[in-house]
């Protein structure tokens, strides 16, 4: 079996590393190459010299220090949310899990509408909060709470609660008994969610632009500057391997931790039954959780639906109308019906594209230990500290020169995504995986199962369950995603984010309700499929 | 950074060894979303060979039946299907589109793929970024017969290497209702009053650095108050800066969350805009007006023109040729306005009627030559962020 493994894992490895060496290294490589070394040699002076612009140091320290605020908050908030949806039933649950994950894939420039209607001039509160830091905070905050409620939330339900109740019984406080019982079971999965949390609020971008407004600028946003404005493709290269090192030392942090942290345990083969508060503290905790969430999620979404339904002089379904109706109006743009299969379309090629790719990444992380899973970890991450307009350039300058020419395939967008939504999966999966316990696995081989029987049986079926998490995250990050498909040159083949931002660059009433009626359908799409794949899963 | 330095070799090496692999493609490829596209090299099997007689530039290559023209363009690009399909009878090739982002990520991303160019024709180029794209040298001379009768102040290169197609007025806009209403407050006549007391904290402006607007409305105070003398544009724009200015990213933040008549409830009658914006919004409200609820400043207005050209490299050449030619003519031209929401250039266009009505010129547009902005444009921007925001 020892042998087998050391087969299986190369082997396992080729394909997520051919998918990112083709389609993220190897573009990424030839623009920052194109950047720093235009004449053919790198020309470190000129590249130092861009550092020592004073500029730099402010967004980078600006850049750092709103996401490791962003990120605590994050984690904060969310983990008695991941507590509560773990253990409790309650009516609406699953209905109030799925919209969770909603914001998460809104486009920006719809949250930021929602945010407006909310924190900015004509607030109901008589808050005035845009265009502040506050107001990018909350944001982030907004963005990412699902991020953390889903990793952890589903690492958490597959704990087995006995080990706590044996701790109490033993006559530990509940406090000591979370800290020594479940706390170390869990770090992993908030190791986890924390680091992609961060991930997401340093590479913020159009969070800083719309919320922010002027003041505020970010790594990222540097970037995009520098090469779809300017192109000074040499700053955006010494931003980016800048934005890129940080990652890098981040990842390498957390893969020194969860490597320390890793602790087998008994995964329950089926979620724990959540069962129904029953002391007034366990409904105190579940109800202010619950308020937290509608305060926090509920309210922006709300805002969105209340403003779909405004039209000129009360409310109505005429937005929605006009998005499906053949007039002159709409002819302008793609039908609302194209945009929605288009997005669909691309969500199942991305989550098939993605699925292989993050199983097989997720095993040999798992199973492997030292540099060799911790680099591996840290290049499925790296896309997402990666500035999206760098891929996209980088797309092009790379893509040209393959056997086919890629350039221009509508299939980058869905393999966009994909490399997107890569990390969630496998970060959905290594927890659980790493956790399996070997004995069992020892036991099946002695028993005389082959390697492959092994996996079939001991981990698939743990597995399966933290993979469709995965897969759920990946639908929906392909679903709203936006930056990445902003910068791929393609067909017109808009995606739902698309069509509401092109609606939303058009002057005027109706267009505006229009673009606010395809955000509510957008929710609507995205809110079903996630119910969907938890049906899946609770199925499997 | 050695570190990262090593990785970045370690997945060099990685990528070499993957490279020939390319596992994914082929399940990819036979999926639903893979469908929409015609692939490109299905073109030259069904047409013998339509680049063989392109000795360029005279005397023209000639137009092959059944090809396909591929054009590059910004976001914004929309024309109606019936006209689409006009020129593909006409011509006897098909059209295929590529956007890709705005209109500096599209020039930007032309300019990088010059030696091996996406498609046959660009269009959306501006007088901003002209100089740019020219200086690269994407595009090769093409004088298009639709374009004679067009004025010679829209033919920004003595070379030809452009043909202009539209143009369009950024103006400071106002909301009618909170401006001009009964009360009998009368919007200003001139950009310079909003420095004034009487409209303090009215104005939304977006930022020079990321948006287009935004730097057109910079470059029109550049003209208007000059770089030296008593009060140059820096010197109007402190007041404006000590007059609550408000700095946003992006036009569709100034004009739908902070403009007052943009819809959703911001404050400020102000904003920097488009001199079209009366007529979209009567005909974005659907027949629910006739009076548009937001007019423009007849005053600090700059003048973008767009351009379309045949890219330098293009494997059908002769289609490009057709395809800017067809946009020239009046029967594109035409169809313009409603898509785009700025004027043709052709003079022989038929504007439609509400458009017309409701979408006038600036009086006096300001203009600068795009080499004048290409070589200022990164100072200008700095010179900017440090009056107004820093």
Known sequence: MARANRLATPALAALPLAFLGVFFVYPVVSILSLGLAPGGAVDVGAALNVLSQPFVAQVAWFTLWQAVLSTVLTVALALPGAYVFARFDFPGRRFIGALAIVPFVLPTVVVAAAFLALLGPRSPFGLRLDHSIVAIIIANVFYNYAVVLRIVGGVWSQIDPRSEEAARVLGASRWRAFRTVTLPLLRPAIASAASIVFLFTFTSFGVILLLGGAQFSTLEVEIYRQTAELLNLRTAAVLSLLQMSALVVLLFVYSRYQQRNAVQQRQLSRPMVARAPRTAAERALVGANLVLMALLLGVPLLVLVERSLAIPGGYGVANFQALFATTQLSALFVPPIEAIQNSLAFAVVATLICAPLGLAAAFVIARGRGRLASGFDALLMLPLGTSAVIVGFGFLVALGNLPIDLRVSPILIPIAHAIVALPFLVRATVPVLRSVDQRLRDAAAVLGASPTRVWREIDMPIVSRAALVGAGFAFAVSLGEFGATLFIVRPDTPTMPVAIFRLLSQPGVLAFGQAMAMAALLMFVTGASVLAFDRLRADA | ?390
């Open chain 2, 1 to 390: 950074m050695k570190r990262f330095a090593y990785l970045m070799s370690m997945l060099l090496i990685a990528t070499a060894c993957a490279g020939p692999v390319n596992t994914p493609l082929p399940t990819a490829s036979s999926s639903p979303a893979a469908t929409p596209t015609e692939t490109p090299e299905a073109t030259p099997s069904l047409t013998p060979a339509p680049t063989l007689t392109a000795p360029p530039p005279t005397p023209g290559p000639t137009l092959v039946a059944g090809g396909q023209v591929t054009l590059v363009t910004h976001d914004s690009f929309a024309a109606s299907d019936p006209v689409i399909h006009d020129f593909e009878t006409q011509s006897g090739q098909t059209l295929k589109v590529l956007k890709g982002g705005d209109a500096g990520a599209m020039v930007n991303q032309a300019i990088l793929t010059k030696n091996d160019p996406l498609g046959d024709a660009l269009y959306g180029v501006d007088n901003t970024f002209l100089s740019r794209a020219l200086d690269a040298g994407i595009f090769v001379p093409y004088v298009s017969p639709a374009s004679a009768s067009v004025a010679q102040e829209f033919k920004l290169d003595p070379q030809n290497r452009v043909t202009p197609i539209d143009f369009g007025d950024v103006c400071v806009v106002y909301d009618v209702k909170a401006v001009g209403g009964s009360a009998g407050d009368q919007p200003p006549p001139t950009i310079d009053e909003l420095t004034s007391a009487t409209y303090k904290s009215t104005l939304v402006v977006e930022n020079p650095a990321t948006s287009s607007p935004g730097l057109a409305f910079m470059l029109a105070t550049i003209i208007r108050f000059g770089e030296s003398g008593d009060y140059t544009w820096l010197d109007y724009w402190r007041d404006l800066r000590a007059n609550d200015v408000l700095v946003v990213s992006d036009w569709n933040d100034a004009y739908y969350n902070e403009f007052s008549g943009g819809g959703s409830g911001g404050n400020r009658p102000f904003v920097v805009s488009y001199a079209t914006d009366p007529a979209a919004d009567v005909y974005f409200a659907g027949g629910a007006s006739t009076t548009p609820g937001v007019q423009k400043v007849d005053d600090g207005c700059f003048r973008q023109i767009e351009f379309a050209g045949v890219l330098a490299g293009a494997q059908n050449p002769a289609g490009a040729q057709a395809w800017v030619d067809y946009m020239a003519s009046p029967e594109f031209q035409s169809d313009i306005p409603f898509n785009m929401f700025v004027f043709p250039v052709n003079p022989d266009a038929r504007v439609p009627s509400l458009f017309a009505k409701y979408a006038a010129q600036a009086t006096n547009p300001l203009t600068m030559d795009p080499q004048t902005i290409s070589a200022n444009r990164d100072r200008w921007i700095q010179q900017w962020t440090d009056t107004v925001i820093h």
